[in-house]
């Protein structure tokens, strides 16, 4: 054991979190067989068989639960102490992981991530970029942004915006097909599905103060937020997006609105999820300083104060 470094704990966390060698190679750059060989390094610091190969994954055997767990927390302990060592000089330093769905990734956070990056060079951020739901403490994140899905009770929820959905088609499309002008008229369009969630393929609308539900089947369906965005954007159909987004791109002339009138867009909030024990952390704070700034077009101003 005593020749085990840091970053083989974290290897082994990443690694048992993927269940998959060649998936953890993949998020470091680096050849499987150079993961591979670091496995069998850790195994014989800890003098045990910690995981089992198969040609379908990896999994765990008793000790590599006992591994995992002692693992996490000497990390979680590496990363309190630096984060107590940076707050006494003043500075933000270590690494902080970023839970991010891809659409908000490609068009809220790395737009101003640079930004970030300036202000805290000693900073290091790793976004992990994904539409499924994951455990935070199983994937080693110290940060999950979320939209639309309650937190857990086991985190700590910090609001930092919400938005609604709307109807938007690329220019190029409208000019080969038409506008519709109500929502019966989409019948007769080609409509992208989103395959992520049921509930973004029911479109709601208001038809002189009468609700309707559209239950829609779309022959074009991706289960990608942001392969949708990018579908639309191509000019592949009408796509119900983030309405937030959707005007950006509309100001920029990628994106116009379909049937506005009509839209409900509900309300669905945007949250960052953080682990209890890491909320006061230096460079926790200051992450979410960053990501508040990145959300401040999903939040409503808030109203004048009366005379």
Not at 87 to 102: E, L
Not at 112 to 138: E, I, T, Y
Not at 146 to 171: E, K, N, Q
Request: glycine share 8%; hydrophobic share 45%; with cysteine.
């Amino acid at each position: 054991m005593n020749q085990l470094t840091l970053d083989d704990f974290a290897l082994f966390v990443r690694v048992a979190a993927l269940q998959s060698l060649s998936a953890a190679a993949r998020e470091r750059n680096v050849a499987a067989s150079q993961v591979s060989r670091a496995l069998a390094r850790i195994e014989a610091g800890a003098g045990a068989r910690l995981a089992h190969r198969t040609t379908h994954g990896l999994s765990l055997t008793d000790e590599g639960e006992l591994f995992l767990e002692h693992a996490q927390r000497i990390l979680m302990e590496h990363h309190q102490l630096q984060d107590q060592l940076g707050g006494r000089r003043g500075t933000v330093s270590g690494t902080v992981h970023i839970g991010v769905s891809q659409l908000l990734a490609q068009y809220v956070l790395i737009p101003h991530l640079a930004s970030l990056r300036q202000k805290h060079p000693q900073l290091h951020v790793n976004l992990h970029v994904d539409d499924r739901l994951v455990g935070m403490a199983d994937e080693g994140l110290d940060i999950a942004v979320r939209a639309g899905i309650p937190p857990p009770d086991t985190v700590i929820a910090r609001p930092l915006g919400s938005h609604g959905r709307a109807l938007y088609a690329a220019p190029a499309y409208l000019r080969r097909h038409g506008t519709p002008r109500t929502p019966h008229d989409l019948q007769d369009h080609m409509l992208i599905g989103n395959t992520a969630s049921p509930s973004h393929n029911r479109w709601t609308f208001d038809i002189d103060g009468e609700p309707l539900t559209l239950t829609v089947a779309a022959p074009l369906r991706v289960n990608s937020s942001a392969a949708v965005v990018s579908l639309a954007l191509a000019g592949a159909g009408i796509a119900r997006i983030n309405d937030v987004l959707g005007r950006q791109l509309v100001e920029q002339g990628l994106l116009k609105p379909v049937l506005a009138r009509h839209g409900v867009p509900g309300e669905h909030p945007i949250y960052a999820a953080i682990l209890a024990e890491r909320h006061r952390a230096t460079r926790i704070r200051a992450t979410m300083d960053y990501l508040e700034a990145c959300f401040a077009a999903f939040r409503k101003p808030r109203a004048a104060a009366s005379a």
